[in-house]
């Protein structure tokens, strides 16, 4: 099935600073998703996206569904040592059928 | 506590047995997945099922069979068919198909073959 391109793979960055990350598909999505796997557990969902252009904030997160329906934007500000792992995005224009990114991993230093 | 419960956390089989992990979710929803997590690779699709007796094959189903005859069980067993079965697996669920819908996940079982 189609994977989507999300980029950056990895990011190291101080304590306090804000993150960037994206995702793009090469079809239209009606759903972006964002989500946070920690080491050995199950991906816990961030944020929900159904109509393009929204954004939608989620504490410190704030996510984007682009407005051409093939991509998202995940913007975590002001982090902190909790927000370690990887991130990763799905896509969904039938809703039984997802495709996920292959994930970001971040690394905060403090 | 709703949500999904996957079982076991961690399994060891040996070369030639099938086994059986669990999944069980309280959220009533109709659709349930299963999916197979390999180190730095994305989520492969093995198997979903949209509706109680009724499922289809993922992007990887070979090795793999499932039954839904429970709307809130949807067990996985891996077959000595399997070749590589050494992976984290991850059961999901959504409420129905159609627009909207969101996927959500269990906390996923660890399968390593000894």
């Known amino acids: 099935g189609q994977q989507l391109n999300q980029s950056p793979q990895s990011m190291f960055i101080q304590e306090g600073e804000d993150v960037s990350m994206n995702c793009t598909s090469s079809?239209?999505?009606?759903?972006w998703l964002w989500y946070k796997q920690d080491p050995g557990e199950g991906p816990v969902l961030l944020i929900a996206?159904?109509?393009?252009?929204e954004l939608t904030s989620n504490g410190r997160l704030t996510a984007q569904f682009g407005i051409t329906r093939k991509d998202s934007f995940l913007n975590i500000s002001a982090s902190i040592p909790s927000d370690v792992g990887i991130y990763f995005c799905?896509?969904?224009?039938?809703?039984?059928?997802?495709?996920f990114g292959t994930g970001t991993s971040l690394t905060v230093i403090p | 506590d709703g949500g999904i419960t996957q079982s076991p956390k961690y399994l060891f089989r040996k070369e030639g047995q099938n086994v059986t992990l669990s999944c069980e979710q309280n959220?009533?929803?109709?659709?349930m997945y299963w999916y197979r997590q390999d180190p730095g690779q994305g989520l492969r699709l093995i198997y979903y099922?949209?509706?109680?007796?009724?499922?289809q094959k993922g992007d990887i189903a070979e090795g793999y069979s499932v039954s839904r005859e429970k709307k809130e069980s949807f067990p996985l067993t891996v077959t000595s068919a399997q070749k590589n079965p050494t992976a984290f697996y991850l059961c999901?669920?959504?409420?129905?198909?159609?627009?909207?819908?969101?996927?959500?996940f269990g906390e996923g079982s660890w399968l390593t073959v000894v």
């Open positions: 099922s949209q509706i109680v007796n009724d499922f």
């Open positions: 959220l009533n929803h109709d659709a």
């Open positions: 799905a896509g969904t224009n039938t809703g039984n059928q997802f495709y």
């Open positions: 079809s239209i999505f009606n759903t």
């Open positions: 999901a669920s959504s409420i129905s198909a159609g627009p909207g819908n969101t996927i959500y």
């Open positions: 996206l159904y109509k393009a252009g």
